[in-house]
């Protein structure tokens, strides 16, 4: 296998930022390319601005930079494209669909789409998700990860382009700030918990959701990337479950550190979003083809956060 040459999209989002820097602490900052519609946050590597909208760019920067990884993270999230459907669906299907031509008339080996529990809607089974279950979702953002899951599993079937995909649960980290997702609540209580001592939840108390640390995100996203190809068997998106909670026992684990820090709920629209989703995620098939483990619980994951949040404080003081 030759030298890896990474390129991602949506970069500067709240996974971009954390797995652009992992990726070039592991293959090296030459060989990873950084791209956004919006500015650069401090890369330790190249920076390029580049709307997903505008194939004939993503092509040539993929194309003069020999790019062997496609990372494509750009996206508008749920909570945020429920309030423009047509942009979120504009965004997110064309830039998809742009990502796989390029990848495809291109020398690009592996491309990496990032799916959600968004796809998942009615009928599906609350408790535990199935890998193989009915995508109806509740929303736009939804409707466009399992559109393009299935665009990737038709360019594998139709092209032969190595397409790699993870249905994220809620992703949670303090090193990067959340994108506008139903799962956001669960970022924004730890850093209203530390610098308020108050939080004003937009789901229910008993909200239950699967998650994920930051951690495990990134290292599962990297795994399925190097794993050989002859493992991969799932062409659509892998379930990837992490932990599951409610904000009532997320909020009990914050308290072991903070002891006054109080919480209301004042669900909003995004509880309907929330409530489509399942609690929990089977994800026995990124365990068996390519060794998928989790690191954190909820107890480990509330005390890295708190900690982190508070070391970060400390550095802005």
């Excluded at 799962?183 to 939080?199: Q, R, S």
């Excluded at 994920?212 to 892998?238: G, V, W």
């Excluded at 379930?239 to 004042?266: C, D, H, R, W």
């Amino acid at each position: 296998m030759r030298n890896r040459k990474i390129l991602l999209t949506g970069a500067a989002g709240q996974i971009g930022q954390i797995l652009t820097r992992e990726l070039a602490k592991r293959y090296g900052s030459q060989n990873v390319i950084a791209t956004d519609i919006s500015g650069n946050p401090g890369f330790p590597c190249a920076f390029e601005k580049l709307d997903v909208l505008d194939r004939e760019r993503m092509e040539k920067l993929v194309s003069e930079n020999g790019i062997t990884d496609l990372y494509h993270l750009a996206a508008i999230l749920s909570a945020t494209g429920e309030k423009n459907p047509q942009k979120a669906w504009d965004i997110n299907m064309r830039g998809t669909l742009n990502a796989l031509e390029v990848a495809r008339v291109t020398d690009v080996e592996r491309l990496f789409f990032p799916s959600s529990i968004a796809v998942f809607g009615i009928e599906i089974d609350r408790e535990k998700a199935p890998q193989h279950a009915p995508l109806i979702p509740h929303s736009v953002y939804g409707i466009s990860k399992a559109a393009g899951e299935n665009w990737c599993n038709y360019y594998f079937e139709k092209y032969g382009l190595d397409v790699r995909s993870i249905r994220y649960p809620g992703v949670i980290g303090y090193e990067s700030p959340p994108g506008g997702g139903t799962t956001d609540y669960a970022v924004d209580i730890f850093y209203k918990a530390v610098e308020e001592g108050h939080y004003a939840c937009f789901l229910n108390a008993n909200a239950r959701l699967p998650m994920i640390y930051m951690d495990d995100a990134i290292r599962a996203t990297i795994e399925l990337m190097e794993a050989p190809s002859e493992k991969i068997s799932i062409r659509t998106s892998y379930n990837l479950q992490g932990m599951s909670f409610t904000p009532a026992e997320l909020f009990e684990e914050i308290k072991k550190f903070i002891p006054e820090v109080t919480i209301e709920y004042q669900p909003d629209y995004r509880q309907d979003i929330a409530d489509s989703w399942p609690g929990r995620l089977d994800d026995q098939a990124a365990k068996a083809d390519w060794g998928w483990k989790r690191e954190f619980d909820i107890s480990k994951l509330t005390e890295t956060m708190y900690r982190g949040i508070k070391s970060l404080q400390q550095q802005t003081t």
